[in-house]
């Protein structure tokens, strides 16, 4: 029973095309977040949200939005999709870091624009 | 601007030997540090943390060491085994309002049988 789950695991797309990664977490943590990780295997954050209320906004551009319906979902939708954009994708979520155990990753979804 | 650096990006040790992952910071507001371990295909798994009121946490095999003064921390792994072969991520967080994790780029472990 996968604690934070994304789908899909890869995908490969057009350029220009738009495209959505689905996250679900079933471990009741209030904090969900969206990470890219470049090809220089830099792990950047993107976004964060607490109780489906956006909390962090990086310097992303406006292609990408994040929705959440539910405090157990973040999804990530990306409009005119650009060679740039391709990367590994990860979600995540987090109760409260002073608890000491951090995020729990899913799996990343490896996104790939040609 | 990289406010955490792993300097080493890759590190060979003999199993059963001691492995050392280094990291340093310069953003003095961290206040929280964390590693993790990723595997391929994988998402980064939290492997243990530490705040900056100590300067060392145990956790079995995993020691993290704090130098406050010197903004550096290190992953101590004894002994190294063939299943610690993986990618190491230091993480740090300031400000516990604000729960964004920043990360370095990581340094690949490969123990040698």
Not at chain 1, 32 to 41: C, L, T
Not at chain 1, 87 to 113: E, H, I, K
Not at chain 2, 13 to 30: A, H, K, P, W
Request: charge should be neutral; proline fraction near 4%.
């Amino acid at each position: 029973d996968t604690a934070v789950s994304q789908t899909p695991k890869y995908l490969v797309t057009q350029m220009g095309n738009d495209k959505s990664i689905k996250c679900e977490q079933n471990l009741g943590h209030d904090t969900m977040y969206w990470y890219k990780q470049d090809s220089k295997k830099f792990l950047k954050i993107m976004f964060s949200y607490n109780n489906k209320e956006l909390i962090i906004n990086e310097t992303v551009p406006n292609r990408f939005s994040p929705k959440s319906p539910d405090k157990a979902h973040l999804n990530l939708h990306i409009n005119s999709l650009e060679l740039g954009d391709s990367a590994v994708y990860f979600c995540a979520s987090s109760q409260d870091l002073g608890t000491g155990y951090g995020y729990t990753f899913g799996s990343g979804t490896r996104l790939t624009v040609v | 601007d990289q406010q955490v650096k792993q300097n080493s990006p890759s590190l060979s040790v003999q199993e059963g030997r001691i492995s050392i992952l280094n990291c340093d910071y310069t953003n003095s507001m961290f206040d929280y540090f964390l590693w993790y371990k990723k595997y391929p295909a994988e998402g980064p798994t939290f492997l243990i943390s530490i705040s900056s009121i100590k300067d060392k946490n145990e956790d079995g095999r995993f020691t993290v060491f704090l130098n406050k003064s010197a903004k550096h921390l290190s992953l101590h792994i004894v002994p190294s085994q063939p299943g610690d072969s993986a990618v190491y991520f230091c993480a740090a967080a300031g400000d516990f309002g604000n729960e964004k994790l920043t990360f370095g780029t990581g340094t690949r472990l490969t123990i040698i049988p």
